[in-house]
T-cell receptor, first 113, second 113 residues
Framework: NAGVTQTPKFQVLKTGQSMTLQCAQD?????MYWYRQDPGMGLRLIYY???????DKGEVPNGYNVSRLNKREFSLRLESAAPSQTSVYFC????????????FGPGTRLTVL | DQQVKQNSPSLSVQEGRISILNCDYT??????FLWYKKYPAEGPTFLIS?????DKNEDGRFTVFLNKSAKHLSLHIVPSQPGDSAVYFC????????????FGKGTLLTVNP
């Protein structure tokens, strides 16, 4: 089991460029999440997908789009990158049931110049 | 409006002593609380959790205490080890929130040999 994998690990973009961050999980989880972590800000939810075929906005969705491609994969797209989107991005998936453990990927460090 | 607060950005303790990390929350609808641990350049990993119907949960060296009347929870690590040095995030879930978590900003724990 690889758990939650994310690609790429690092990326540098210029303002206005677009890119897609990929996330996949092999734990057969229904729910998947995208977070960003900024210094001194903790983890903030960008988008989530409660199940295949559904997506919803989180706390900071502006400037992002998501696609739940299938049960395993959940991608995050930046259509026109801005310096304010410089951050570390984490994907997570969740076990089912009352206990709410989320399993996180290793992160993508994105710099927008 | 920060609903989950970790007021201590950092904590330093000696190996073998107790580490106490604190977390306060404001939302009375939170019904489940979790602690995550994060090493540099890695994703957060689940550590321990507690339901709002309990006041204590223990797992080896880690114990989480919940005081609902004070809207306060704490994580105790006894004895502390150098490998415990990491950032600790407190997180909370609101019942019926579609399993979204709200995270605190984190506390950097340093355990000195």
């Amino acid at each position: 089991n690889a758990g939650v994998t994310q690609t790429p690990k690092f990326q540098v973009l210029k303002t206005g460029q677009s890119m897609t961050l990929q996330c996949a999980q092999d734990m057969n989880h229904n729910s998947m999440y995208w977070y960003r972590q900024d210094p001194g800000m903790g983890l903030r939810l960008i988008y989530y997908s409660a199940s295949e075929g559904t997506t919803d906005k989180g706390e900071v969705p502006n400037g992002y789009n998501v696609s739940r491609l299938n049960k395993r994969e959940f991608s995050l797209r930046l259509e026109s990158a801005a310096p304010s989107q410089t951050s570390v991005y984490f994907c997570a998936s969740r076990t089912s049931g009352y206990t709410d453990t989320q399993y996180f990927g290793p992160g993508t460090r994105l710099t927008v110049l | 409006d920060q609903q989950v607060k970790q007021n201590s950005p950092s904590l330093s303790v000696q190996e073998g002593r107790i580490s106490i990390l604190n977390c306060d929350y404001t939302n009375s609808m939170f019904d489940y609380f979790l602690w995550y641990k994060k090493y540099p350049a890695e994703g957060p990993t689940f550590l321990i959790s507690i339901s709002s119907i309990k006041d204590k949960n223990e797992d080896g060296r880690f114990t989480v205490f919940l005081n609902k009347s004070a809207k306060h929870l704490s994580l105790h690590i006894v004895p502390s080890q150098p490998g415990d040095s990491a950032v600790y995030f407190c997180a909370a879930r609101s019942g019926g929130s579609n399993y979204k978590l709200t995270f605190g900003k984190g506390t950097l724990l340093t355990v000195n040999p």
